[in-house]
Every structure is written in structure tokens, then in C-alpha cells.
């Protein structure tokens, strides 16, 4: 069995989960794809995951209103056992690289962090990722009767619905006490499409000139395409747009069909975040920026003048 851990938000199901069923499917790995949906009140969650998954394992409890990576950790780990999964796959969310490396340990499995591909290997499970600063792919092997596994979010194609809908079983738990009690959660919100669920994204770099700017072109542009916005590093350092919004190696890492980035020079830990975007639209001033190797269509020019004019065209 192959075993996946659903990411889910206010009752709808993570783009990250089909990312991770597509990795299930990808890795020739034999046995069903079981969807494992832990929280409470999950009932349209499991429903969902159920068009993609071969199986899906409900644990519809109070115990697990709240994240708490100590019960989560647990709560997997006691499904892999009594399922025997040989492979455990995860989502490289911040949530998720906090509780799979309890996980492998809970079951003396080997971990294979961050992975951009997945595929059998003979009795291995092989995978892909980057390092140093992602200038360097490297690929990392791990071999055994259980291994832990976590998808860096963006590196797959969204799963498409099977064939028929999966069972659905519901599941009881032996959970523990959590030793951190969780007495408040804030959640930003706002009425733009997430990052992670966005098909076309605006971003913003250093080049936009000033948080006003900012908010007047790439927030504007953004909003007459129906966009989600994303920023630079040096944007978020500088102050101008909160982390959430950040793409790139020590960001979010996105892939959807467009990708329009305005004054965004193109470094490498930048592009390593969007660079398997479907379509990459960049519009910057300097010509020689590394941006335009990547970019589907470049225009070399001011966005003052460039963005205005986009926007309007977009509202007609």
C-alpha cells in the first residue's frame, strides 16, 4: 500500500494531495493509492479524495480539530503499520516537514526529504531534488520495508480524477496526549486565489520601484486577471509584502499555467521556485536580465507604462 497523507483546508482538499498521488502514480510503486484524511468534520475532504485515490482511510476525530505534529506523527505512523505500507508520501509544506521525520522515526524508515521526482528502482525508491542554492540536482536512493517520503509542493501535475470513486473506510486511532496544547491559530485572509491553488500568478521583484508600486501594478494586474500574487525574496526582506506571499527556494514553489513576473531580475533561487511554470511571461527594463532565458514572452520596457496599459486590456 502506498499510503498519503492529505493536506485539506476549510473542508476542501489540497492541491499538494493530487501533487502526491501523481507522485504515487509516477513511482511504479505496486499496491493502492490509499489517501489517509485526518481532522474533523472531514466528510467533503475524504469525498474529494476519493476521485483520485484508489482508497480513502477517514479519522474524523476531535482529537484532531487542530494540527499538532505529535498526533499527526502518530496518527500515520499507527495507519502505515496496520495497512503495511511499503511507502509513505507527504507533503513538503511547512506542516509536513515537521511531522514526517517523526514519522520515519516512529518507523525506522529511511527519509527521502523535498523530492521533485519519484520512480522504482528495483527494490529502491528513488528521487530527485535540489541543492547548493538548487544550482544542482542531485539524486538520492533509499531502500527498505517502509519508506518515508515528502513532495516538494509544485514539482507534480495535479492528479486527474480515476475511473471510479474510492471506498471509503472510516478508521479509529489510539492517540496520544499531545504534550504542546495549542490555544490559538490566525489565518491571513484574503480574497485572491492561494499561491499554491493559483493556475495564473502575478509577481513582483525589487524592480517594481516601491511598495506603492507594488500594490498599484502587481496587486492591480493581479486582481484584473483574477491572479493570486507572489513576491521576490527581496521584496519580502525589504518589508514591502509578507512571507506568504514569497517565491522561490526559501519560498513557495508554484507551477501554474501562467507566470507573469514584473521587475523580477530571474536569480536562481527565484527561478528554482517558478521555473517549471507552463508559461512565463516577464516584462523588465534591463534587457540582460536572467529572467528573458527562461521567459516564454519578454518585453523589454518600463512597467509604468507597460502595466497600466495590461490592466486596462484586461478590464475590457
Given at each position: 500500500m502506498?499510503l498519503i497523507v492529505a493536506?485539506h483546508?476549510?473542508g476542501?482538499?489540497?492541491k499538494?494531495?493530487?501533487e502526491?498521488?501523481?507522485?504515487?502514480?509516477?513511482?511504479?510503486?505496486e499496491?493502492p493509492?490509499?489517501v489517509?484524511v485526518l481532522g474533523?468534520?472531514?466528510?467533503?475532504?475524504a469525498?474529494?479524495?476519493a476521485a483520485?485515490?484508489?482508497?480513502?482511510?477517514?479519522a474524523?476525530?476531535?482529537g484532531l480539530a487542530?494540527?499538532?505534529?505529535?498526533?499527526?506523527?502518530a496518527?500515520?505512523?499507527?495507519i502505515a503499520?496496520?495497512g503495511?505500507?511499503h511507502?509513505?508520501i507527504?507533503?513538503?509544506s511547512?506542516?509536513?516537514?515537521e511531522?514526517?521525520?517523526?514519522?520515519?522515526?516512529?518507523?525506522?524508515a529511511p527519509?527521502?526529504?523535498d523530492?521533485t521526482?519519484?520512480?522504482?528502482n528495483?527494490?529502491a525508491?528513488?528521487?530527485?531534488?535540489y541543492?547548493?542554492?538548487a544550482r544542482?540536482?542531485?539524486?538520492?536512493e533509499?531502500e527498505?520495508p517502509?519508506v518515508?517520503?515528502?513532495?516538494?509542493?509544485?514539482?507534480f501535475a495535479?492528479?486527474?480524477p480515476a475511473?471510479a470513486a474510492?471506498e471509503?473506510y472510516?478508521?479509529e486511532l489510539n492517540?496520544?496526549a499531545?504534550?504542546v496544547?495549542?490555544?490559538?491559530k490566525?489565518?491571513e485572509k484574503?480574497?485572491?486565489v492561494?499561491?499554491a491553488e493559483?493556475?495564473?500568478?502575478?509577481t513582483?521583484?525589487?524592480?517594481?520601484?516601491?511598495?506603492?508600486?507594488f500594490?498599484?501594478y502587481?496587486?492591480?494586474?493581479?486582481?484584473a486577471?483574477?491572479a493570486g500574487?507572489?513576491?521576490?525574496?527581496?521584496?519580502?526582506?525589504a518589508?514591502?509584502r509578507?512571507y506568504a506571499e514569497?517565491?522561490?527556494?526559501?519560498?513557495?514553489?508554484v507551477q501554474p499555467?501562467a507566470?507573469i513576473?514584473?521587475?523580477?531580475?530571474?536569480?536562481?533561487?527565484?527561478?528554482?521556485?517558478m521555473?517549471?511554470s507552463?508559461?512565463?511571461i516577464?516584462?523588465?527594463?534591463?534587457?540582460?536580465a536572467?529572467?528573458?532565458?527562461v521567459?516564454?514572452y519578454g518585453?523589454v520596457?518600463?512597467i509604468?507604462?507597460?502595466?497600466?496599459a495590461?490592466i486596462?486590456?484586461?478590464?475590457?
Amino acid at each position: 500500500m502506498i499510503l498519503i497523507v492529505a493536506e485539506h483546508t476549510a473542508g476542501k482538499l489540497g492541491k499538494a494531495t493530487l501533487e502526491m498521488v501523481s507522485a504515487a502514480r509516477d513511482s511504479g510503486r505496486e499496491g493502492p493509492i490509499t489517501v489517509l484524511v485526518l481532522g474533523q468534520n472531514v466528510a467533503s475532504v475524504a469525498t474529494e479524495a476519493a476521485a483520485v485515490a484508489d482508497q480513502v482511510l477517514v479519522a474524523d476525530l476531535p482529537g484532531l480539530a487542530t494540527y499538532n505534529a505529535e498526533t499527526w506523527a502518530a496518527a500515520a505512523a499507527q495507519i502505515a503499520q496496520e495497512g503495511e505500507a511499503h511507502t509513505i508520501i507527504m507533503g513538503g509544506s511547512r506542516s509536513g516537514r515537521e511531522y514526517a521525520p517523526r514519522v520515519a522515526v516512529k518507523l525506522d524508515a529511511p527519509y527521502l526529504e523535498d523530492v521533485t521526482s519519484l520512480k522504482g528502482n528495483g527494490a529502491a525508491l528513488q528521487g530527485q531534488r535540489y541543492t547548493y542554492l538548487a544550482r544542482v540536482t542531485e539524486t538520492v536512493e533509499a531502500e527498505g520495508p517502509v519508506v518515508v517520503v515528502t513532495v516538494k509542493p509544485g514539482s507534480f501535475a495535479a492528479a486527474a480524477p480515476a475511473g471510479a470513486a474510492g471506498e471509503q473506510y472510516d478508521v479509529e486511532l489510539n492517540l496520544p496526549a499531545p504534550r504542546v496544547e495549542i490555544t490559538g491559530k490566525s489565518v491571513e485572509k484574503s480574497s485572491r486565489v492561494a499561491l499554491a491553488e493559483a493556475d495564473l500568478i502575478v509577481t513582483g521583484g525589487r524592480g517594481v520601484g516601491s511598495p506603492e508600486n507594488f500594490t498599484k501594478y502587481v496587486e492591480g494586474l493581479a486582481d484584473a486577471l483574477g491572479a493570486g500574487v507572489g513576491a521576490t525574496r527581496a521584496v519580502v526582506d525589504a518589508g514591502w509584502r509578507p512571507y506568504a506571499e514569497q517565491v522561490g527556494q526559501t519560498g513557495k514553489t508554484v507551477q501554474p499555467g501562467a507566470y507573469i513576473a514584473l521587475g523580477v531580475s530571474g536569480a536562481v533561487q527565484h527561478l528554482s521556485g517558478m521555473g517549471k511554470s507552463k508559461n512565463i511571461i516577464a516584462i523588465n527594463k534591463d534587457a540582460e536580465a536572467p529572467i528573458f532565458k527562461v521567459a516564454d514572452y519578454g518585453i523589454v520596457g518600463d512597467i509604468n507604462e507597460i502595466v497600466p496599459a495590461l490592466i486596462e486590456a484586461s478590464k475590457k
